[in-house]
């Protein structure tokens, strides 16, 4: 797999059937290794490596209704008081970062209302925080660690 913009981790893969697989540390189980997998598995243990986020308050892949429809998030990182502090949109390498990323998170955050959002290809990553006063967003330069 393609090298990303994070520190460097430690997996746990397996060949199976001709496929690598790859461990996720939240759902418990291995997941086929696609690009996109491999940035979302890069950036949880961004989230608990480098943040500090507890692993009971990542979720990930979950359903969300938006006008009326299924959608799935990737990444959604819990406050210790069970309201949402981050989602993160997580998209293959060779994907572009492009203002319907931006659009997509923000539908998301409409319903879930989480205080920061994050978007990456793994190869670039772009932070933003919510301002639901004045319905708009400011660009950081890196998401805020965990605290107690």
């Known amino acids: 797999m393609q090298n990303l913009n994070f520190n460097s981790y430690s997996f746990r893969l397996k060949n199976s059937e001709n496929k690598v697989y790859i461990f996720d540390a939240i759902r418990k189980k291995f997941l086929v290794l696609t690009p996109e997998e491999w940035v979302r598995q890069h950036t949880i243990q961004f989230l608990i490596q480098e943040l500090n986020y507890p692993i009971s308050l990542i979720n990930v892949e979950k359903i969300v209704k938006i006008n009326g429809m299924n959608k799935r998030y990737d990444i959604v990182v819990f406050n210790s008081n069970g309201s949402i502090e981050i989602i ?28 920061y959002l994050m978007v990456t290809n793994g190869l670039n990553h772009y932070f933003c925080q919510m301002d639901f006063e004045n319905e708009n967003y400011t660009f950081l330069k890196d998401l805020p660690a965990y605290n107690l």
């Open 88 to 115: 993160i949109e997580c998209k293959a390498p060779e994907v572009q970062i492009t203002q319907a990323t931006f659009d997509q998170i923000a539908r998301y955050n409409f319903i879930l209302q989480a205080n």
